[in-house]
């Protein structure tokens, strides 16, 4: 279940990696005598080594981190160990230290990752693929490829999505109620919310490092970009620790003033649940205006400083128009994932607060599937969205 549902991470980084090869080291490997086959395992496939390690350790990452399916299926993992001895118990403290042995995990093979390939250097001139470079396949390995893509989009997506969705329509009116819209409400605000904080926070960020000659600006938005290697569940401990007692500061002073305390206006509302969505999610946002920002010249900084423009007036007349394609995918993809990001928000959601993610998830658990179809196919159609988007930017520049 986890390879269907996260292949797409390796399959994406991949395809991008293969489009941005020099066709002239292709041309070259085939005019020194190899096969099609042999150019793709000798020459194409470790040039593509690092997108592929990315993706992996993504996979790994999320792997560790996942808590829906492994309790879904009764699987005892160090993600589920959290929640229970948090939540089931009542020990932070236990859980806290499991936690510490999943972050260990997590960066060990973020560490191995880097190591493997850290004396690996890759010098290349793009170009775009052409009609005339692709390899014509035979009847039968065309029957072959069909066939392995169309299982594959079976099992990952039309047939759970045609089961949710036979589910929703049967159950859409016990389903469909006012409830379900203040959920509704709960997560779309919730998701835009956080994309629009972590959008903002890639900007500046991003602009100090491209701005700064100094090394160090550079590390605020590299530390900013770890936090997406945390596990939900790992991060809301992470975060309730530091707030809770920011709270307890913020009444005792307010009893010490002779006022009455505000109580948890932080741990006690979404604030909590935003400030982790942000935490985790900001480095997908980083990474969007990163990637935005390497096809932006130098040069045009030079010649807005040049002609007397302020930075601020650099930032917002010169960068922001060239990197509103860049946010606007970054922003489409913390939506989703804030969408369907369940241990944090299992955690660290105040009481009476709900959205689809939890929704869904109570049902699972109480083996009422049918009762949280709905919400779960309004999360699956809304993750749609970015994924049709990016393929077609990708078509686009290709």
Not at 114 to 127: E, H, N, P, Y
Not at 146 to 155: G, Y
Not at 362 to 388: C, N, R, T, W
Request: charged share 10%; glycine share 6%; with cysteine.
């Amino acid at each position: 279940m986890l390879s269907l549902v996260l292949f797409p991470y390796i399959y994406l980084l991949a395809r991008t990696a293969f489009m941005e090869q020099s066709l002239s080291l292709a041309h070259a490997s085939r005019i020194m005598g190899c096969s099609p086959w042999q150019s793709f395992w000798r020459l194409s496939l470790p040039m593509a080594r690092p997108a592929l390690a990315v993706g992996v350790a993504l996979v790994a990452m999320e792997t560790a981190a996942d808590f829906a399916t492994v309790s879904y299926f009764a699987v005892p993992t160090l993600t589920t160990a959290v929640y229970d001895t948090w939540l089931g118990y009542g020990n932070l403290t236990a859980a806290a230290k499991l936690s510490a042995i999943i972050l260990l995990v997590v960066f060990s093979l973020i560490g191995f990752e880097r190591f493997a390939r850290r004396k690996q250097q890759l010098f290349q001139k793009q170009s775009r693929i052409q009609a005339t470079d692709l390899y014509p396949l035979t009847a039968v390995q065309t029957a072959v490829a069909l066939s392995f893509c169309c299982t594959l989009l079976l099992f990952a997506f039309v047939l759970p999505f045609s089961i949710l969705l036979s589910y929703a329509i049967g159950y859409f009116e016990q389903s469909w109620d006012e409830r379900f819209w203040q959920l509704s409400v709960n997560s779309l605000s919730l998701a835009l919310i956080t994309s629009l904080i972590c959008c903002l926070i890639a900007l500046l960020l991003m602009f100090v490092r491209r701005s700064s000659p100094r090394p160090s600006d550079a590390l605020p938005s590299r530390l900013a970009s770890m936090g997406y290697a945390l596990p939900g569940t790992v991060l809301a401990i992470g975060v309730l620790v530091p707030l809770t007692m920011l709270d307890f500061a913020i009444n005792d002073v307010a009893d010490v003033m002779g006022i009455k305390g505000p109580g948890l206006i932080l741990t006690g509302s979404v604030v909590a649940l935003i400030f982790a969505f942000c935490v985790r999610f900001v480095a997908i946002a980083i990474g969007s205006v990163e990637n935005s920002y390497k096809r932006i010249s130098p040069s045009l900084d030079m010649v807005s400083l040049t002609m007397g423009q302020s930075p601020r007036q650099l930032l917002w007349r010169v960068h922001f128009p060239l990197l509103a394609k860049g946010l606007f995918s970054g922003a489409l993809l913390v939506f989703i994932e804030s969408m369907k990001e369940l241990p944090a928000a299992l955690l660290l959601r105040p009481i009476g607060f709900e959205n689809l993610a939890t929704y869904v998830f109570q049902f699972v658990s109480d083996e009422k599937l049918e009762h949280g179809a709905l919400a779960a196919v309004v999360i699956v159609l809304v993750g749609l969205v970015p994924l049709i988007y990016l393929n077609r930017s990708l078509e686009q520049h290709s």
